[in-house]
């Protein structure tokens, strides 16, 4: 991760910002008349990767170790951190746009 944190950030931001915003899209698209929320949760949802399939793809190839195998497994390691907390505030946002209710870092 060290060697090519930079680049798999980079990669792992724009793995996150394209399925967010193409899911936001469809969903537009699909469902016109549903809230913005629910737009933005279907786009969260397909941020889920799965690096455990991408390292064993990568390991039966034998380019495990190249610097672009590395990139790419680090971009998904950090995509699906990336991931887990958008759909974390997404659903948190959800549920209080379902309830009524604000959302607030600052409340508990």
Excluded: N, Y
């Excluded at 933005?40 to 889920?48: E, M, N, P, R, V």
């Excluded at 672009?68 to 680090?74: D, N, Q």
């Amino acid at each position: 991760m060290l060697g090519v944190g930079l680049r798999a950030a980079l990669v792992a931001v724009v793995g996150v910002i394209i399925p967010i915003a193409g899911g936001f899209l469809a969903g537009r698209l699909v469902f016109p008349g549903d809230s913005w929320v629910k737009h933005l949760f279907l786009g969260a949802a397909l941020c889920a990767t799965s690096v455990g399939i991408t390292a064993r793809v990568f390991q039966e190839l034998g380019v495990s170790q190249s610097k672009e195998a590395r990139v790419v497994l680090g971009a998904a390691v950090i995509d699906d951190v990336l991931g887990l907390v958008v759909l974390s505030l997404v659903s948190g946002l959800a549920l209080a746009a379902g309830t009524g209710a604000s959302m607030s870092l600052a409340e508990r």
